[in-house]
């Protein structure tokens, strides 16, 4: 029997999100119900963004957005925080990619894993999701919940292949957290002795009851979005541009079943941290006199640091302008747009974004529908690149027409989130979905091994 609630965990590349949403809330859904968590606890940025972020200092380990102003205090140093980390999850042999130890500058000690990071991280987002919850109203009085959490659709289809060693890492972040409770949540992180006792028992932690279900990334914000769907429009078609990669899904509804198109689902390995360094790059071909590599270096840190408000202003101005020594750089679309690399990752976005397309175009004819929903979400949501695609009409359309529409809901500004939601709705609608989706949306139900959702455009049977 399932939970009354379900929670859904967005371990995102730059910024983890979650959501909790009452599992009845796909047949009847009600907005006051959907529970967006704030992760980012008070006074850290966006409440509801938590960095994902871990730094080896010589004598403690700090997570979140500690971890990323002290690499940044410590940047002339040479010292970094380990980020995008997710992106790992992601490799053919992760058991082995996982078991690496990290350069000097990732960890002075050398005494960590990256699987020792990723798990220390996966214990404080564990805690900081306790902590939202017990500030929560409705949540705060002990609900309990079934957990899945979002990973895009790696490996042409299969994400599954890692789940298990996934789930692992997760169950061991949980035993982390439930040894420590909420000391990983202080500002000043860990003392590493703590942090490396800790990762050592949770190895042999024993994890079998662990229940974690898994739903790929744009099928969950293909969930959120769908089911706003009024009787007009009974498809849809979603691009997520998150740090680390682009996820487009497709989903189509017949009677009250809404499911997903699968042959439509596309992952790209490229997305906000590849523009980002397309952008550093441009800047640096424009500052010939930065010979040296290390004021090159400060360049790019200058600017990885105020990475978001670069591109925010050159998405919505077309150029941007910083200084730098004394200097005025700009960069603009057209720069963009001229850099070979860039080209190519539009014309394999427009491509995999094309395949979805037509794909949804095919399954609408044959159902004699008209109306197809177009709708960005992620961080990049608002590129221009990612605006114009929502805006392309499938070749032979026929007679169906593509709308454009908004990622966030007009909910999202209600009072009691402080008008925090509003503004990263669209990198919230992947956790909101996933909690919202019934379990026939899930590429894994929770304790299952094997794919569920197999490849088919056909509704799903009824649960
Ligand atoms: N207003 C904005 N304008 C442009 N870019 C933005 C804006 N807000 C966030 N971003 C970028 O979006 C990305 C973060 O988005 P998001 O939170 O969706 O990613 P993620 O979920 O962490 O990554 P992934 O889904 O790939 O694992 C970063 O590259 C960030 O710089
Ligand atoms: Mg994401």
């Not at 968590?37 to 994902?52: A, I, T, V």
């Not at 214990?123 to 306790?130: F, R």
């Not at 014309?347 to 004819?365: I, M, S, T």
């Not at 990049?380 to 709308?403: T, Y």
Request: aromatic letters at 8%; charged letters at 20%; glycine letters at 8%.
């Amino acid at each position: 029997m399932s939970a009354p609630w379900t929670l859904c965990i967005d371990f995102g590349t730059a910024f983890s999100k979650a959501a909790v949403a009452p599992s009845t809330a796909w047949n009847a859904f009600t907005p006051a119900t959907v529970r967006p968590l704030m992760l980012g606890g008070p006074g850290q940025g966006n409440s509801f963004l938590l960095d994902s972020a871990v730094f080896v200092d010589d004598d403690r380990v700090l997570f979140g957005s500690a971890a990323v102003a002290r690499a940044e205090a410590l940047s002339v140093q040479k010292r970094l925080a380990l980020r995008s980390f997710k992106t790992l999850l992601s490799v053919s042999d992760l058991e082995r990619a996982l078991n690496t130890s990290l350069p000097r500058s990732l960890d002075p000690h050398r005494a960590f894993t990256q699987r020792d990071l990723i798990v220390l991280y996966l214990a404080y987002l564990s805690a900081a999701i306790g902590r939202a919850c017990a500030a929560d109203q409705v949540l705060s009085r002990g609900v309990t919940f079934d957990s899945r959490y979002a990973a895009p659709a790696w490996r042409s289809g299969d994400a599954a292949g890692s789940h298990e060693l996934i789930v692992r890492l997760f169950a061991e972040g949980d035993a982390i957290r439930a040894a420590l409770g909420s000391e990983i949540l202080a500002p000043q992180g860990l003392p590493l002795q703590t942090a490396l006792k800790a990762v050592a028992a949770a190895r042999s932690a024993d994890t079998a009851a662990a229940q974690l279900g898994l739903i790929y990334e744009a099928t969950a914000a293909a969930a959120y979005t769908s089911i706003g769907l009024n009787s007009d429009a009974s498809h849809i078609i979603v691009v997520d541009m998150g740090a680390g990669t682009t996820d487009i899904a497709a989903m189509a509804r017949a009677g009250a079943h809404v499911y997903e198109l699968a042959e439509a689902r596309v992952t790209l390995k490229q997305a906000g941290d590849f523009v980002d360094r397309v952008i550093v790059n441009i800047a640096l071909e424009a500052s010939p006199e930065l010979k040296t590599p290390q004021r090159q270096a400060e360049l790019w840190r200058m600017m990885f640091r105020s990475m978001r408000d670069i591109k925010e202003t050159l998405f919505l101005d077309g150029r941007v302008g910083f200084r730098f020594e004394g200097r005025l750089i700009t960069v603009s679309l057209k720069d963009l747009e001229r850099d070979d690399d860039f080209k190519e990752f539009i014309a394999n976005l427009e491509r995999a974004y094309e395949h979805g397309l037509a794909a949804v175009r095919d399954h609408a004819k044959r159902e004699k529908a008209r109306d197809l929903m177009a709708v960005a979400v992620g961080g990049g949501a608002f590129a221009p690149f990612i605006q114009k695609l929502i805006r392309r009409k499938p070749p032979n359309a026929g007679r169906i027409k593509v709308q454009p529409r908004p990622a966030t809901p007009d909910w999202a500004h209600a009072p009691e989130f402080g008008g925090n939601l509003a503004p990263v709705f669209p990198q919230l609608a992947i956790a909101i979905g996933g909690a919202l989706a019934p379990e026939s949306m899930l590429a894994l139900r929770a304790g299952a091994s094997r794919p569920a959702n197999v490849q088919t455009g056909n509704p799903p049977a009824r649960d």
